[in-house]
């Protein structure tokens, strides 16, 4: 079974910093990856996703994650964060040919500060 | 309007009461899934519904059931509800992956905040 881990529970930042939210996956067979966004007091929304193809995934709002298929990584990055990024993201995996269920990761709360 | 609606938005109950989520969609999708979020433990899958005849346990679904009434509505009830099964309760939809693609993206309702005392 798929398993996803999110290294860092909370990450705080200023404005206009670089960020990066770091995301490991376990699985034996080849997967899907995904990073979805809460913003407070709302429910999930796709921020971007890897299926196949091109490693660098661009995303909304200036959003893209590498998938690193050694390393079993799908890091996301942002080159420069607003105040309005403050949000939880969620890291997800799914097997391809799996039961095409989502497993997601604890999330990391990202707080940009002024 | 949103495409995914949840029903209450927020419900205080007491141990041993019966509950029921309800969940709505407009899209038109045949995937449902109902899931719950625990603080520091991201979002778990408790059931989910590949069509009306087709109901699947998800990896919490001890102590909870779901009805598919239609294509469009997917509730979720708590037979006689615990303090721990406090949490914030997502219903989200998908569209079946396409020839020779897989997407599975997922939308979200607004979400449930379920209290029980």
């Known amino acids: 079974a798929q398993s996803v881990t999110q290294l860092d529970s909370q990450v705080p930042v200023f404005e206009e910093a670089p960020v990066e939210l770091r995301c490991n996956y376990s699985?034996?067979?080849?997967?899907?990856l995904f990073w979805y966004v809460q913003y407070p007091n709302q429910g999930l929304q796709l921020l971007l996703k890897y299926l196949s193809g091109s490693t660098l995934v661009k995303g909304i709002n200036g959003f893209e994650a590498e998938f690193n298929k050694s390393q079993t990584s799908f890091h996301l990055r942002k080159p420069s964060v607003h105040i309005s990024d403050t949000a939880e993201y969620f890291c997800?995996?799914?097997?391809?040919?799996?039961?095409?269920?989502?497993?997601f990761g604890k999330g990391t709360k990202l707080t940009v500060n002024p | 309007d949103a495409d995914v609606t949840q029903t209450p938005r927020n419900r205080i109950t007491k141990t041993g009461k019966r509950i029921m989520l309800e969940c709505s969609q407009t899209k038109g999708h045949d995937r449902m899934y109902w899931y719950r979020q625990d603080p520091g433990l991201g979002l778990r899958l408790i059931y989910y519904s590949f069509d009306v005849k087709d109901i699947n346990k998800g990896e919490i679904s001890d102590g909870y059931s779901v009805s598919r009434q239609a294509q469009a509505k997917f509730s979720l009830s708590l037979e006689s509800a615990i303090p721990n099964q406090t949490a914030l309760y997502f219903c989200?939809?998908?569209?079946?992956?396409?020839?020779?693609?897989?997407?599975?993206?997922?939308?979200f309702g607004p979400g449930t905040r379920l209290t029980v005392l």
């Open positions: 989200a939809t998908s569209e079946p992956g396409l020839a020779g693609k897989y997407t599975d993206t997922q939308y």
């Open positions: 997800a995996v799914s097997e391809q040919g799996g039961s095409e269920k989502l497993v």
């Open positions: 699985s034996s067979v080849s997967v899907y």
